[in-house]
Nanobody, 125 residues
Framework: QVQLVESGGGLVQAGGSLRLSCAAS????????MGWYRQAPGKQRELVAV???????NYADSVKGRFTSSRDNGKNTVYLQMNSLAIEDTAVYYC???????????????????WGQGTQVTVSS
């Protein structure tokens, strides 16, 4: 079994910063891409950032220059540093990871996509 657990959400004033973390644990052989998505009330879930196992990143245009994603492969953890937060950044933020699970024999097993439970980020004026 694999779990993704997010932390770091909360309430912040516009212009402020927050750092989200997402730790993967369980029967993990390796992790490919890790990403952050968000869903605001009444809107569809959208991609915020994705980071490859090698550290290459891609960002949604709306967050470029303000958000930075990084990862610690040794800790199976991905981070999202959010600066210059705006009211429109208010949403539930979800962590996502493409994980290769460990097989019964300890080797490479199946590749599956996992999601965290979500963490609320609220930006006030």
């Amino acid at each position: 079994q694999v779990q993704l657990v997010e932390s770091g959400g909360g309430l912040v004033q516009a212009g402020g910063s927050l750092r989200l973390s997402c730790a993967a644990s369980g029967n993990i052989f390796s992790i490919n891409d890790m990403g952050w998505y968000r869903q605001a009330p009444g809107k569809q879930r959208e991609l915020v950032a994705v980071i490859s196992s090698g550290g290459n990143t891609n960002y949604a245009d709306s967050v470029k220059g303000r958000f930075t994603s990084s990862r610690d492969n040794g800790k199976n953890t991905v981070y999202l540093q959010m600066n210059s937060l705006a009211i429109e950044d208010t949403a539930v933020y979800y962590c996502n990871a493409e994980i290769v699970v460990r097989s019964l024999f300890g080797g490479r097993g199946a590749t599956r996509t996992y999601w965290g439970q979500g963490t609320q980020v609220t930006v006030s004026s």
